[in-house]
């Protein structure tokens, strides 16, 4: 089931009020570029053309915490133009991404100037706060050694690339993992090695690089035999469809 983004929702006449007053620049965001920095000042919003970004939350002590990963067709940097705040997240892109840039001004006009486009954008953050918050919830209430399957699952999800070897989550490492799971490097390193060698993961030479070898397997071990076969409401369901 494909992912529906905000621009799914838009009718011809909304996507062209939205392509008429947006900027897109020549060079597109290089993987690992920074799109959007947390606690900058809220100036503009984007949306995403094409590729894909990480959403991540920085705490105290270099701490990470991921929270979204965000497609094509989404937009980003919009909640704090929204809310008039600074940046509460950092966004940076994980392929090559080319993005549609709205100015403060100009997204406030369009806005005004089409409620319908206005009443999407409010719906499009609902629903990634709601999907959001689930992810959460369905990590954090996990046994401490089953989070790392279900994170692994949902990063597989959003984030995975399909290769003869598997499904491959890059620009990850295991002090990422770690970080985001609140375990630590160390404690990540020992699950993913006892995932390997459950035969869930395969082994990769990529310092950033981690390889489900069988989705199916971890599923089972992440949910049990029901979620395993797409119950709803498990983490990654669409993987097997």
Not at 142 to 151: F, G, H, N, V
Not at 156 to 173: D, Y
Not at 176 to 201: I, N, P, S
Request: with cysteine; glycine share 10%; proline share 3%.
């Amino acid at each position: 089931m494909r992912h529906k983004t905000f621009w799914d929702t838009l009718d011809d006449g909304e996507r062209k009020a939205m392509e008429r007053v947006g900027r897109v620049p020549r060079q597109p965001f290089e993987p690992g570029d920074t799109i959007f920095r947390q606690s900058d000042n809220a100036d503009r919003a984007a949306l995403i053309i094409s590729g894909k970004c990480r959403v991540l939350w920085h705490g105290a002590h270099d701490r990470t915490t991921y929270l979204a990963t965000r497609r094509g067709g989404e937009l980003i940097g919009e909640m704090g133009l929204l809310d008039g705040g600074p940046r509460n997240a950092t966004v940076m892109a994980l392929t090559q991404t080319y993005v549609r840039w709205y100015g403060l001004k100009v997204f406030e006009e369009v806005l005004a100037e089409h409620p319908e486009i206005l009443r999407k954008v409010l719906l499009s953050v609902c629903t990634r706060l709601k999907e959001s918050d689930h992810h959460r919830i369905v990590i954090a209430s996990a046994p401490a050694r089953l989070r790392l399957s279900r994170l692994l699952l949902q990063l597989a999800e959003v984030e995975g690339v399909t290769t003869a070897l598997g499904i491959e989550i890059r620009q990850v490492t295991q002090e990422d993992l770690g970080d985001w799971l609140g375990v630590g490097r160390e404690a990540a390193g020992r699950q993913v090695r006892e995932l390997q060698r459950l035969g869930f993961l395969g082994g990769s030479s990529a310092r950033s690089r981690i390889v489900v070898t069988d989705v199916h397997g971890l599923r089972r071990h992440a949910f049990g035999t029901e979620a395993a076969d797409g119950a709803p409401g498990s983490t990654g369901s669409r993987l097997s469809e």
